[in-house]
């Protein structure tokens, strides 16, 4: 099992900076991969930014160059720095974590911390 937990979500001018916070605990060695989802008042859960063991990310189309995802493996945590952000970008933020075993594909959630930007 693993544990995540967010801190960093608040309130925002269109414009400005915020730095989401996931740290996971328990078992983090079969850990694939961490990165973050968002929601939007009645859309469906997105992927907003992936980071691999080996390193490898990926970014949705619509935060590329405005968001960076990147982790301290010392403290087990990894952040998103969203910069320029918009009103779009208002959402609750969960951090994902996943492995994959001898019985497939297994997703882990934090509880969500909620992102809001104002015009």
């Known amino acids: 099992q693993v544990q995540l937990v967010e801190s960093g979500g608040g309130l925002v001018q269109a414009g400005g900076s915020l730095r989401l916070s996931c740290a996971a605990s328990g078992s983090i060695n079969s850990i694939n991969a961490m990165g973050w989802y968002r929601q939007a008042p009645g859309k469906q859960r997105e992927m907003v930014a992936l980071?691999?063991?080996?390193?490898?990310?990926n970014y949705a189309d619509s935060v590329k160059g405005r968001f960076t995802i990147f982790r301290d493996n010392a403290k087990n945590t990894v952040y998103l720095q969203m910069n320029s952000l918009k009103p779009e970008d208002t959402a609750d933020y969960f951090c994902?974590?996943?492995?994959?075993?001898?019985?497939?594909?297994?997703?882990?959630w934090g509880q969500g911390t909620q992102v809001t930007v104002s015009s």
């Open positions: 994902n974590a996943y492995e994959v075993g001898w019985s497939g594909k297994i997703d882990y």
């Open positions: 980071i691999t063991n080996g390193g490898n990310i």
